[in-house]
RNA sequence: GCCUAGAUGGCGGAACUGGUAGACGCACUAGACUCAAAAUCUAGCGCCCUCGGGCGUGGGGGUUCGAUUCCCCCUCUGGGCACCA
């Protein structure tokens, strides 16, 4: 009987719906494993095949582990809130509502194709006032907050209020924006306003005015990791920077726990180099020069300490608020010329062309070991976002600086000695022994540098210090479709945030989404909204995108409750999510934000673990094959895209094709008007050859491929076990459909085991035979195996040796054909489906199954025959029982004829029997 | 420059802790069926060579009875960071 997908896919879509099989409710008689897919921003050209490749693997997961025996929670949601929506809401002036609610029911149509096993009872939508009043009030709580570095976690804002009126900042040890100092009294006689400006400085989500990245094509600024080469990763507009009034996220205060539990987690060493590489922590110390003839001294930060007799020089960044103060009125001129220079420079250009470039202030400081003047310099090469923005040069051990020395003629003392060394140490291996250099010479460079901190400190001219580059995260967006900030501020401009009862605070409706211009919100042109409450002025920034991402996975497991995010019962059950899949492109946005806030929430016990992603797998990007054709324009050739619907199997164009679209599709031949003509067939040109390259799947190169179309032609399952086939999940590869006839054979094989040859269902109750069983339990082995490594493209492998085995034996036992059904339910969860019921089964395969086990006893042959090697070369079988023990195999080689022959009489000197397996003879 | 992942037939890729390299699939070739084509089935398919055999996992060296796997050096490719002191 022929196999017809798509009324099965039907049939089982509405008998799963409507038993709900894929609900799952807390249930302490199972354990719980939570399987996770990173929810997509549901855009308007809907999914590619590459969406599917992560969404499909969990799945598969998710199936196993529930025919396994767990309660599984797999669940997806929507990312709802975005710039797109907001920017076609702009140009086309569709409220983004609307919008997004249209492209998410073309979402869910589309994963619905694919089988896959969510409970959609606990759909969610970051855009939903009823999700997003707790990202509100989760930010309330970021407010209501400050880091203390003595317990290591997040406490209320009240104690340290409580700490600043009894004895001021003194013995406070926390996190914050910059070091301040008072009394009691003095906190005492603060205005409230003088007071909010000082608490700020401690907030977990604090408001300050900075100089932000602020792009001017989105009328909005952006964090740091939403910024690729210097210009906007939607969109790739520039970015400038501005000086503005911001929210932040206070990340910083956990970068010490973000690095140090990252070593729990069972993500790739790839990924947690990403996160480690961006959190960028350096041990080191702050060091004081004191200036000569200025009260003030400059204050370097170095990671080594150990190198200081070596500082020849100072540079100080351009930016550096001291310049003024130190330039000396002979380099006045040049020094405002040099800063002048450098602030025409804009990021991109200053990574572009990296020139020595500087200039002398005509100030020096006195070396605090030898007393020795050093002048300061002003380069572009010291950063005045990172350290102090002042080092203290050692051009003997720092490349940079030994090009700025070399340039300006500055002296170099060598300092480490690396002559014990391999030739090619360099500075950075740290390795050598200190010399010139007082009572640090003949140390390791390793034990200099403690040496050096301790001699810093005793003399009272630096401490120890630990540098990051992480930076705090800019929250606020100045745009509409986002959380509004549930904070106000009252007529003295302290902020205050809104009390849990008037949570949410609703989005309002808007009808011109343009910004308010400059730099404000534009819900800062609902000036009703605004000043809505006597007295009160409302925040009118958003939150950025990754607000509602940070914590999504704790509402799937109560998304109804509207007393709580997630009630204490079922995170109790729940705990975290044990299997994450996602893309590594949001290594060091979603995931470090993420991890961020849900140590926040351990820290006030809202949540029971400390992380909330257990195990990590990174699903690569799926290419397209994109198709090009060269063409004559005017003088020049130049290669055009070329929809790959229009190229057929040989690689070449076809004018058919193009005859069939309608009108409007012709987009093709309208940008490509100029270049060919068109409308006569005969045109030789229609039938040049393409040239095929692998690209990003993108609309703009004509070659993306969607799902829809190959589950409509081939069938779910079919779609689903190819995606799977391409190759190991982690891995980037282009897609190209050719395989899938491998795949569509396989699954039709299968179905074909269950009828005879008349096309009538027809299985055997007849007791399977060892040939049977040992193809079965073989299969089931390898696919157990692998579907826990997470390798699928080797369980499908494992499952067509299977049904070529099977159907050489020409086996239609019900006992094999059952356990088979429910093996590769996970994969193909329609056909499985069906074969189920028709075996007489009722319920549900992917709920009442049993995953097969494997019974390694059917896998035994009788003999097995050995290799023999001799001296690792000659090759000689044997045959063994399977049961023999490695003396016996020992004996039979000896005694077998052809290696008595080929041992001439000799005794091996050495047998080397392996794992029962192989042997080698050594002559 | 630094970090990280990788390099295996014409192609995608297997080989999980060192043990018959190239599983499985695609493409290709031949045969069967067919008037013919498609589909299907059967067989072959790393390279060289006449059998026997020799050579083969980016290149070079090493450890081992035995290396795609472990160690050292080099080349190239993908991803990330990038004047971070």
């Keep these: 009987m022929e196999l017809q997908h798509t009324e099965i896919e039907a049939r089982v879509k509405q008998f799963w719906a409507e038993n709900k099989i894929y609900q799952v409710e807390i249930d302490t008689n199972k354990p719980k494993y939570y399987v996770l897919d990173m929810f997509p921003y549901p855009s308007g050209s809907g999914l590619h095949v590459g969406h599917p490749l992560g969404y499909v693997a969990s799945d598969i997961f998710a199936r196993y582990k529930r025919l396994c025996g767990f309660n599984v929670l797999h669940t997806m949601g929507w990312d709802a809130f975005g710039l797109p929506a907001e920017q076609y809401a702009i140009q086309k002036g569709v409220h983004p509502a609307q919008t997004t609610a249209e492209n998410i029911l073309t979402y869910r149509r589309q994963l619905d194709n694919l089988g896959l096993s969510f409970d959609w009872s606990r759909e969610i939508n970051t855009s939903d006032p009823q999700y997003y009043k707790w990202t509100q009030w989760i930010v309330t709580r970021l407010f209501m907050h400050y880091y203390c570095k003595?317990?290591?976690?997040?406490?209320p804002i009240g104690k340290l209020v409580a700490h600043f009126r009894k004895k001021g900042s003194t013995g406070i040890n926390t996190a914050n924006t910059q070091k301040q100092a008072f009394s009691a009294e003095a906190w005492t006689a603060m205005s409230p306003a003088e007071q909010d400006a000082v608490l700020m400085n401690y907030r977990l989500a604090y408001r300050t005015l900075g100089y932000v990245n602020w792009c001017e094509a989105l009328g909005t600024v952006l964090a740091n990791d939403e910024i690729v080469n210097g210009v906007s990763e939607r969109g790739g507009h520039p970015v400038t920077k501005r000086e503005m009034y911001q929210w932040n996220l206070r990340v910083t205060a956990y970068a010490d726990r973000l690095l140090e539990s990252l070593n729990t987690l069972e993500w790739s060493e790839s990924m947690k180099n990403l996160q480690r590489n961006w959190i960028g922590k350096s041990e080191g110390a702050l060091v004081r020069f004191d200036i000569l003839g200025n009260e003030t001294a400059l204050n370097v930060f170095t990671t080594r300490p150990d190198t200081i007799f070596g500082a020849t020089f100072m540079v100080v960044a351009p930016e550096h608020a001291i310049v003024q103060s130190i330039t000396t009125n002979e380099q006045r001129e040049a020094v405002n010329d040099y800063v002048t220079y450098v602030k025409s420079r804009s990021d991109i250009e200053r990574q572009q062309e990296k020139k020595v470039s500087g200039v002398f202030t005509g100030s020096s400081c006195k070396h605090p070991f030898t007393g020795a003047d050093i002048p300061i310099y002003l380069s572009e090469y010291v950063l005045a976002g990172y350290g102090t923005g002042a080092i203290m040069a050692v051009p003997s051990d720092d490349d940079r600086d030994n090009t700025f020395a070399k340039h300006f003629n500055l002296p170099i003392i060598e300092v480490v000695d690396k002559s014990m060394h391999p030739a090619d140490t360099t500075a950075a291996d740290k390795l050598g022994k200190l010399i010139n250099s007082d009572f640090l010479n003949g140390l390791e460079v390793k034990d200099a540098i403690k040496a050096a901190i301790a001699e810093i400190e005793k003399r009272k001219i630096g401490t120890k210090k630990t540098n990051y580059k992480l930076r705090d995260a800019n929250m606020s967006r100045q745009r509409y479709w986002g959380e509004p900030y549930p904070i106000e501020y009252d007529a003295d401009g302290v902020a205050s945030c809104l009390p849990m009862a008037e949570l949410p605070l609703v989005l309002p409706d808007l009808a011109d989404f343009t910004p308010a211009g400059n730099g404000a919100a534009p819900l800062a042109k609902l000036q009703n909204w605004v000043n809505e409450k006597e007295g009160f002025r409302r925040e009118v920034d958003t939150m950025p995108g990754f607000a509602g991402s940070s914590w999504y996975f704790l509402r799937y497991m109560d998304p109804h409750n509207t007393e709580n995010f997630a009630s204490k019962e079922a995170l109790d059950y729940w705990q975290d999510v044990d299997f994450y899949v996602g893309g590594s492109e949001h290594a060091v946005g979603h995931l470090l934000y993420s991890r961020t806030w849900h140590k926040f929430l351990y820290d006030l016990e809202k949540v029971p673990t400390d992380e909330p992603f257990r195990k990590l797998v990174n699903q690569g990007m799926i290419q397209g094959i994109s198709q090009f054709i060269s063409v004559k324009m005017g003088e020049k050739t130049v290669d055009l895209h070329v929809p790959i619907n229009f190229v057929n199997e040989k690689g070449r164009l076809t004018y058919s094709r193009f005859l069939d679209l309608q009108k409007e599709d012709r987009r093709f031949a309208a940008i490509n008007d100029e270049a060919i003509v068109w409308h006569t067939p005969a045109d030789s040109e229609m039938y040049a050859n393409c040239r095929a390259e692998v690209e990003k799947m993108s609309k703009s190169k004509y070659n993306v491929i969607n799902p829809d179309d190959l589950v409509a032609e081939s069938g779910a399952d079919v779609f689903r076990m190819?995606?799977?086939?391409?190759?190991?999940?982690?891995?980037?590869?282009?897609?190209?459909?050719?395989?899938?006839?491998?795949?569509?054979?396989?699954?039709?094989?299968?179905?074909?085991?269950?009828?005879?040859?008349?096309?009538?269902?027809?299985?055997?109750?007849?007791?399977?035979t060892a040939a049977e069983l040992k193809v079965l339990h073989t299969c089931i082995k390898k696919v157990t195996d692998d579907v826990q490594r997470f390798s699928m493209n080797t369980c499908v492998s494992a499952m067509m040796i299977c049904v070529n085995g099977l159907k050489e034996l020409k086996c239609n036992k019900r006992a094999i054909l059952h356990q088979f059904v429910v093996l590769i339910a996970p994969f193909a969860p329609f056909i499985s489906e069906e074969l189920w019921h028709k075996l007489g089964n009722t319920g549900s395969v992917h709920r009442d199954g049993q995953f097969p086990l494997c019974n390694e006893a059917f896998l035994v042959s009788d003999t097995i025959d050995y290799p023999v090697q001799f001296n690792g070369k000659k090759k000689h079988n044997i045959f063994v029982p399977a049961s023999a023990t490695k003396e016996e195999i020992e004996q039979i080689a000896l005694n077998d004829a052809t290696i008595q022959k080929l041992l001439a009489g000799a005794t091996p000197k050495k047998i080397i029997v392996v794992m029962g397996r192989l042997i080698s003879l050594v002559v």
Excluded: C
Aim: aromatic residues 16%; without cysteine.
């Design 150 to 155: 003595d317990t290591q976690r997040a406490r």
């Design 722 to 768: 190819f995606e799977m086939f391409l190759g190991p999940i982690e891995q980037s590869k282009p897609f190209d459909t050719k395989g899938m006839k491998g795949v569509e054979g396989f699954v039709r094989k299968f179905w074909q085991q269950f009828f005879d040859a008349n096309g009538n269902f027809s299985v055997s109750d007849e007791p399977a």
